[in-house]
Every structure is written in C-alpha cells, then in structure tokens.
C-alpha cells in the first residue's frame, strides 16, 4: 500500500519504529487469533475514546485548511469517524453490555491521552500539513495493517476488524487521505519537498505518532 | 420565533441592536424587491465567504464539544454549511459566471472578516457556550428573519432566498441549534443561568455578534 | 527602516494600501497637529483595547513558536505590550478621568476587532509565520511611522506619540522583530523564501493586516 | 500548605492520585538521597522539556485570560517558567556536559507528552478555568513536596532541587496561582462552586493532571 507519493517517504522515515507498530504483538495475535478476549475488548474500548479525540482532530483540520477540498475531505472525516467507524465498537461492545454512553465516557489510559493530544497539539501548535503529518500513522497504518491481515491472517475471532480496515470503503478513505496530504504537502512545501527546512519538522511529527501507536498497541496488550 | 428557552433571553439582552439586524433595510429591501441586484450579488460573494468561515467555527465547536450529541449536531452543522447552505449562493452565482473558486477567493469586506473572526475567537478564548453564543445570531436570526418574510413579503425576486432560510429544513436546523443551546447551558450554567456570573458574559458575545450582523448587513447596502 | 530581509519584500508585496495606512491623514494630522482632541483620546481607548488582544496574539505566538529564542522574543513582545506600550495610554488617559479599568471595559469598534481577530485566526489557521506576517504591519509600521514622524514633524501636542515610537528603545523592538521574522522565515520557507508555493499567502496576510491597520486609523478620524 | 480555597477542595477530590503523586517513591529517593544521580537527570532532562510546554500552556492561558490581573499573572509565571525555573535546569545539566540547546531538543518521553498535551488540550477545549485546573496540580503540588520536604528530608545530594521549590519565591508564585485559581472560580462559577454543574468537570482535569504527574515520576525512576 502507498497511498500517495508522500506517505511512504514518511513511512521510510519512521524507521523501524514503523515496523514496531505494523507489526506489533497485537496485531499477530489480532491474525491468529491468540488475543485474548479481555485485552481486545480493553482495547476497543479505550480505541472509542480515541476515535472520539481523533474526530475532534480532523474537526481542527476544518479550521485550518485551505482549499474547499480540504474542508470537505476533513468535514467528511469527521462524519466517517464519529458514524460509521465507531459502529464496530459500538455494536461489539453492546454484546457485551457496554452502551454508548458508557463508551464515552470511560478513564482514557494515558497511552491514549498522550497520542490523541500530540496529534491536536501538532494542529495548535502548526499548520494544517503539521496536523495531517500526526494524524497519518493511524489511518494509513490500520489501512495498511487491514490490507496485510485479510491475505495473512487464518482463522480468528477477529476477523470482523480486519474486514473493517480491508473494506474497500476503508481502502478508499485511505487513499483520499493520501492524496490529501500530497495535495497538501505541494501547496505547502512545494515540488520538492524534502529539500524543504520543514520536511525533518513533518518525519518527526509523522514518527512521533507512530511512537505513540506502538504504545496503544502496548496498552492493549498489558490492560 | 423561540428556538428554546434560551435563545429569546440572548434575544432581549441584545436590546435594539436585535431590531437593528433583523429589520435592517437590507431585509426590508429584500422583502420589497427594491434591493438592487448588485447589493445583492455583492452580499450573496461575501456570504459565500462567510459560510466557509462560519462553518470553521462550527467544526471548532465539534473540537469543543462534550457530549456526544453536541459533537454530533455540530459536524453536521458543518456539513450542512459547506453542503447545502453555500447551494443557492452556489447556483445564483453560476448564472452570472461566478463559479465557486472564485466565491472561495473572492477578497473579504472588514465587516465580514470582523464578524466569523470574531466568532472563531469567542470559541479559541472561552469554552464551548461561548462559542455557540456567538454563532447564535446568525443561524437564528436567520431562520427568524425567513419565517416572518414568508409571510410578509410581497413581490420580489428574493423569494428564492426567503424560501430557503423559512423552509421546515432550515426551521428544524434552527430548533435543533436551539435545543443544543439549552443543553449547553444547562450543562455549564446549571438550572437558573441568568444567576450566573457567566451571564452576562455570554449575553455580551451574542449582542457583539448580533452587531456584527448589522454591520454584515450596512456592507451589503454599500458595495 | 528596512528592519531586516523579509519586511522590506511584504511591505513591497503590499502596493498601496502600505502607504494608505503609514501616510494616512490620521498620521499628517498627529504630525502637524491638527488632529482634534477628541480623535486622539477615541484612538487611544480603542488602542489600548487593541493592545491587549494585541498581546493574546504574541502569547499565541509563544505556544507555536518552535525555538527557545522564537519563545523568548514572543514572550518578552508580551510583557511589553501589557506593561510598557500601554503606560503611555493609560497615564494619558488618567489625565482625563479614564481609569485602567474603564480603558480595559471600553467597547470595541467594528475596525479594531476586526484587526485583532484576524490576527489571532492567522495564528491559530496557520502557523507561527503566519501568525508573524499578521503581526508585523503594526508592530514595524508604528516603527517607521514613529522614525519618520521623529524628523518631520513639526509643533504637535503629539510629540509625546511620536516620541514613543521614534524612541530607541522601540526601534530595538522592531530590529529584534524584524530578525525574528527573518529567522522565522528562513527556518520554514527556505534560503528562496519568495520560491515558496507560502510566500502569496503570507504576503496576502501581512497585507490584510495592513489593510485593517488603515481602517483603524479610519475609526480613529471618524468616531 | 492550602494555596487559597479552591485548591484544597481539587486536591481533597482527586482522593489516593494526590498522595500517590506527592508520596511518590521518587520523591522519597530525592529526599533521603538514595535517588540515583542517572535517573535524576534523565528526570531533569524530561522536566526541562515538561517547562518548555508547560510555559506554552501558561501562554495560552494569556490568551484566555479575562481580565488584566488574570493576563499579568499568567505573563509572568511565562517569564518566570522559562528564565528563572529552568535555571536548576541549565546549570545542573551544563555541569554534565548537557548544553540548553540539547535540552531543548530532548526526545520526549511518552509520559512527559501525555502530561503537556493533555493540559494544552484542556485549555483549547475548555475555557481559562479548565486549563487552570489541568495547570494546578504541577505548580502547587512541586509547593507541597518541597515545602513538606524542606523540614523532612535528611542529608542529600538534591538539596538544591528541594530548595528550589521550598524558597520563598517559589511559595509566592504557589500563593499568587492559589489566588488567581479562586479568582477564577468565582468569576465562572460563582459563590458556590460546588454547586455548578462544573464542578465535576474540573475536578477531572485536575485529578487526571495529577494522574500524569504520577505517571511522569515513574517514569523518571525507569528511564
């Protein structure tokens, strides 16, 4: 999966740190089905209050966008991320008897506090390239994650969120998101890019999210 | 018009002013057919603006949000503007060879820059009450100023715009908008807001607001 | 005063509308005298009023700033702005009865918030160069108004004004400033800054900002 | 040690995480000196980048101030935070070799991020009062410790540190922030705070600040 021209000049930039979350423990027993069910329910429910972080996230890219296509693909996030992608979370977890209201409000680890409030701190604190930059490792890694898993993974009680992030529909945001951010990273950076003095700027941030999605992983593992 | 219990207090706090914006002679004009086709086209570019900046806000208010519902309401709010609400300036616009790029670029008036920057800033410095305060004259006296020109216009060939801020879709945006204002006070005022300190704080922010409306209304009579 | 590289480019960048607000009638009229009493005191309420915001957006500044020197510079900008630059307000006003409380309650014109807010968008839309390209029309042109005024001016009860800004404590000020754009540019625009696919947009920023800066002195003239 | 009214109630509200921050282990090694000297300074490296954000959070407060005495006070502790605070800082870490450029680009630890985003996220999201909240457990608590630890501790090598935050300076800022806090809960909440229906919310940030404070002592115990 590239997505775009820009994403995997970031993703070779994160390093093995990329490879740390893509293929974190979680994520094999998530394909083998070896996840214990306690840890992947902690997991979906901490990954709820993130999604809920998340979407005020792309929320902030609307204020700082600046092409109408840019609004609208971050506008349409939202909508994605606070309906449709919570679904699955919220329909598992009211199988096990824990309602909305209760999803929403549970404790946020800090792991999880940490990533979701470096991602809206890189939106105040930067411009709207800077915000994409941190909000990249999550949609494009679970994109990738999903694709590899739906051809690795054997028989596992999870195959509902590997589906999810193979969908085509999900495929299709992540290849918008893409092409997003290499529309982004020409208005801004211009043709070459990473002759840019920003460029270190936006690998960093872009690594510094995926640091902190190798700590979700972690949390969900260790609840 | 009521739109809640919350919003015809703001309303009377705002004194004259509120007569002011919502008897303009811009609304008479436009009632009357007498508004000059340029003042219109002029307003209807500077609204377009407007729009996308007020709709910033409105995804601002999602980043601010603290309920689920009010996220909710707000993205959709969001989408409705850059969907819906820009159609007809979209549409009128076309037919004089003014497409949508060139709306999205058009050069602001201070007046309309004054009003959503100041809008944008009552949420960056208060709280999530603070901001609606401030996006309140606007979507209200809006849907206020539709349902009485429904009735009370005559021959004009404004009746497009007139319909499109006194039909039920709009009315229900601006019953939903209402309600979300009488939760949000609820929720941070409590059960008797006008004791509040906060009060008159959030009174001021509408009436600012409010008066920036009339100035949004004395740059369209003057182009 | 050419206060570095980069202001003498966005100062060019603007056209006209630079000269409309550092030759504008309300600066002649300090200079020779003329401008009535009255103008001066309604200018100075609403400057101090714009002072305050004025300093919300250096404070801005030090949450997007991405040195410890950019930190610093902004820091001090703010201690003296809400310490030193309004002394000269607050005493004048003194000697006519209007006390630091009431100068800090005085209702804003129209004009000066719409400068200030746009301000503090900048900021908060893009990034700390942004955010810098709104500040410096006022900061570096009360400094070359003040530098011109020193030497041209004739008998005024302004000269207290003039001095202020001609003073070389100010022009330190405005050195300082002017290197840290220079700084600030070269760290995110590159060695070509004018190459940059930015540069038009944050040209397009500092002349809006100078564009609000010739409405103020409008409000002034005209309260 | 009570700072004012308010703090008393915040700290009595977030129950076990406030003796679990200030009776934390690593306190205690500070105390008796059986802290290892490279956990010490891992821990000061981290703080030094904690004071960088942590002034940037106190900038935004400037910015979300409502009042002149509110924007002074939060000017200064800006100053005070990163001229004077980090000065324990910069000379225990020069005598290591470790100059403050480096310090600056430390690599944050994912506990020292949680803790400063978190609290600049309160401020964006909330108002003045709610990133006060999420500001006060730091400042008053390092109060605390080193008043309490200025009478208990025994012979140890971090004299210096415990006299840092047990000077009288430094309890004078803890005074000033006590006042400012109770201030600010007056003008927003009112007579009885408890009462608001706010109350709850801003109790959490200041027992989830408290909870990332402890998470950034252990931390500094397991670099």
């Not at 309602?99 to 929403?104: G, K, M």
């Not at 490792?137 to 999870?158: D, F, H």
């Not at 002759?195 to 995926?210: E, I």
């Not at 979700?216 to 260790?222: S, T």
């Amino acid at each position: 999966m590239t997505y775009g021209t820009t994403f995997p000049l970031w993703r070779a930039a994160a390093g093995e740190h990329w490879q740390d979350y893509t293929r974190h423990a979680f994520v094999r027993q998530l394909a083998d089905g070896s996840l214990p069910r306690e840890s992947f329910l902690h997991y979906l429910v901490q990954d709820y209050v993130f999604l809920v972080h998340f979407s005020r996230a792309w929320a902030l890219a609307v204020t700082k966008a600046e092409t109408l296509d840019e609004m609208r693909l971050c506008a349409d996030t939202v909508q994605a991320l606070i309906g449709d992608e919570t679904r699955l979370h919220v329909e598992t977890c009211a199988k096990e008897g824990i309602d909305e209201a209760t999803l929403f409000a549970a404790p946020e680890a800090p792991a999880n506090l940490a990533y979701t409030r470096y991602v809206l701190d890189s939106g105040h604190s930067g411009d709207f390239l800077d915000l994409l930059a941190a909000l990249a490792p999550c949609v494009l890694g679970y994109g990738e994650i999903g694709a590899r898993l739906a051809s690795e993974a054997g028989e596992t009680p999870y195959r509902h969120w590997i589906d999810t992030y193979a969908s085509e529909d999900y495929q299709q945001v992540c290849t918008a998101v893409g092409a997003l951010i290499d529309g982004a990273v020409a208005r801004r950076l211009g043709d070459d890019p990473q002759a840019s003095p920003r460029w270190p700027g936006v690998c960093h941030r872009f690594t510094t999210a995926t640091r902190l999605e190798v700590g979700f992983w972690d949390m969900g593992l260790a609840p």
